[in-house]
């Protein structure tokens, strides 16, 4: 059993899921005994390309053109003929904005079941069952997919990216799709420049109602800033006005799942944790020591985070100077 | 134009799951059911939209699939707003099952809008809403935080990794929002639950539909270790833990 993994680019650049999707994909084919095709969609230079092979890739296609934004049909056009060249059995897909969009799609193209949100490596492949996040993280599920093929949609942070070096053979792909076609037009983009993704970062500065005001985020983004991490809040601060909306994360808002999370006075809704919960390491600070926060913490401190903020910081930076 | 929205009824998001005995089903004892959060969204910016009298938009329906047990939630559907329901009787089945009988539903109307929510929060599947959008053959955009009408032609705004994208789309399409679409769901008022009684809910025969995959069973998270607590006073101690035990600094 083949496997294809789609490898998604941002400005030219593959990013942390990407690796992990390749990893998992070379993982899957050791288990069917296949090869591994990573399909890339749009300009990517070679150097790039090639470099999936270090991840397990044993080749690449190489769809250079397509249209400029994300058109579902098209990539839906793109990625079906990509698994009929190939050969594939099992495809592999990120759970993120783009996964969501496309794999569906792709599900009833190729009549394959889909089951997103993996978490682990299939336990059997034949008949082909994997674990999935259910409820939010709250429990998970075994599903068992019942057709020829099938696509998986790996959740973000799950899986280990596995380094083993060599380089993979890059082929320019010719899927016959017309860009012309997209039924999307994209009327405007508007990106931040060099601000670390919420989704991507390794750590999480989070802040929640116990801030007290939007006022006092100064020594999260200063310790964020020290961390290199990216900054959060939970709902009740979105919904205030005292952070922007892309910063929730939670059941409703951003699901994150990085190294080490940092919440500063919040108390842990059941809502949040579904956000959150995934992640590697949490530590809590809060005034109210019965918070349900603690029970998905790793390391708490009942305290003031705006007091426990400062010595913090300054631990921090007296560590990483050694 | 008409706008069906696509609602999915689930245990409500702060129930504390347990499972039946053989960990195939949940225990729906004390469970309440409510519709779907992101669908609840989508429902609330339908409403919006039609009752802003420059929009293009007249009527809104609602359809979900399930037994007659979740009807309590389609009736809370027209409660909000929606001008009337369809429920296709189907129980059981995967995401490609749901999305077979809704696209029957999207054929026997005449629909401009078809909003489903990104995920619901059961089984989190994030795939009726596309796969519909490829049945019918038409244009999908997911991850939708607002929708609006110009000059009678759509507008969205969708989330991409770092910004947005406005985006503009042909009707027919499938709009897969997410949270931003509406501020807050919108509560019934006791009019709109008085109103909802006599508010007609159609009740479809299911299409044949197969499933793709098959669910197995539910199996609980490992239970972690409990919480380490540190000083106030003693955060040089968190440090070297995060550094040293942990291994994450």
């Known amino acids: ?322 | 134009m008409r706008i069906l929205v696509c609602i999915s009824n689930v245990p409500d998001t702060t129930t504390k799951i347990r499972f039946s005995n053989d960990n195939t089903s949940i225990d729906e004892n004390g469970v309440q059911w409510i519709i779907n959060p992101w669908d609840e969204l989508a429902l609330t910016r339908a409403m919006e939209i039609k009752e802003d009298a420059s929009n293009p938009v007249d009527h809104v329906t609602v359809a979900t699939v399930g037994g007659a047990g979740v009807e309590p939630t389609l009736r809370k559907a027209l409660a909000i707003g929606a001008d009337d329901a369809i429920r296709v009787d189907c129980v059981g089945g995967d995401a490609h099952q749901v999305a077979t009988q809704l696209a029957a539903v999207v054929k026997s109307g005449t629909y401009g809008a078809i909003l489903c929510g990104i995920e619901s929060s059961d089984y989190n599947g994030s795939a009726v809403g596309g796969m519909l959008a490829e049945m019918l053959g038409v244009p999908s955009v997911s991850a939708v935080s607002s929708l609006t009408f110009e000059n009678g032609e759509v507008v969205i705004t969708r989330d991409i990794d770092g910004g947005k994208e406005l985006v503009t789309v042909p009707a027919p399409f499938i709009g897969v929002v997410q949270k931003g679409i509406a501020k807050e769901p919108r509560i019934a008022a006791m009019r709109g639950i008085m109103m909802a009684r006599t508010k007609p809910l159609l009740v479809l025969a299911a299409v044949e539909a197969e499933s793709l995959t098959r669910f197995k069973e539910y199996v609980m998270p490992e239970s972690k270790a409990p919480c380490k607590m540190i000083d106030a006073d003693n955060v040089k101690e968190l440090v070297n833990l995060l550094q040293n035990e942990a291994k994450v600094l």
């Open chain 1, 1 to 322: 059993m083949s496997v294809l993994v789609y490898t998604e680019n941002w400005d030219g650049k593959f990013k942390k899921i990407s690796f992990e999707l390749v990893s998992y994909a070379a993982s899957v084919a050791k288990m069917t005994g296949g090869s591994v095709t990573a399909l890339s969609i749009g300009n990517v230079n070679q150097d790039e390309l090639s470099n999936l092979g270090a991840y397990g890739a044993t080749s690449v296609l190489n769809a250079s053109s397509a249209p400029a934004g994300l058109d579902n049909q098209v990539y839906t056009n793109i990625i079906a003929a990509a698994m009929e060249k190939t050969g594939a059995t099992v495809l592999v897909l990120a759970n993120n904005n783009t996964g969501k969009a496309i794999a569906p799609r792709l599900s009833v193209r190729l009549k394959a079941g889909l089951v997103s949100g993996v978490t682990a490596l299939p336990e059997s492949v034949s008949p082909l069952v994997v674990r999935k996040k259910v409820f939010n993280g709250k429990a998970f599920g075994k599903v068992e997919v019942t057709t020829g093929t099938a696509i998986l949609t790996l959740a973000q942070n799950s899986f280990e990216i596995r380094e083993a070096g060599g380089s993979a053979a890059v082929e320019s792909f010719d899927h016959g799709v017309d860009a012309g076609t997209a039924k999307t037009t994209i009327k405007d983009v508007q990106k931040q420049e060099g601000k670390l993704l919420l989704t991507d970062a390794d750590v999480v500065v989070s802040g929640g109602r116990g801030m007290k005001s939007g006022d006092n985020w100064v020594p999260i983004e200063e310790l964020a800033g020290v961390l290199g991490a990216a900054t959060a809040c939970s709902r009740p601060v979105s919904d205030e006005g005292w952070r922007p909306h892309e910063e929730h994360t939670g059941q409703t808002g951003k699901i994150i799942a990085p190294n080490l999370y940092f919440a500063f006075g919040i108390s842990g809704a059941i809502q949040h944790l579904a956000g959150v919960s995934s992640s590697k390491c949490i530590v809590a600070v809060n005034t109210d020591k019965d918070a349900p926060i603690f029970e998905a913490a790793d390391y708490g401190i009942v305290g003031d985070a705006l007091k426990v903020l400062p010595d913090l910081i300054t631990e921090i930076k007296a560590a990483k100077a050694q």
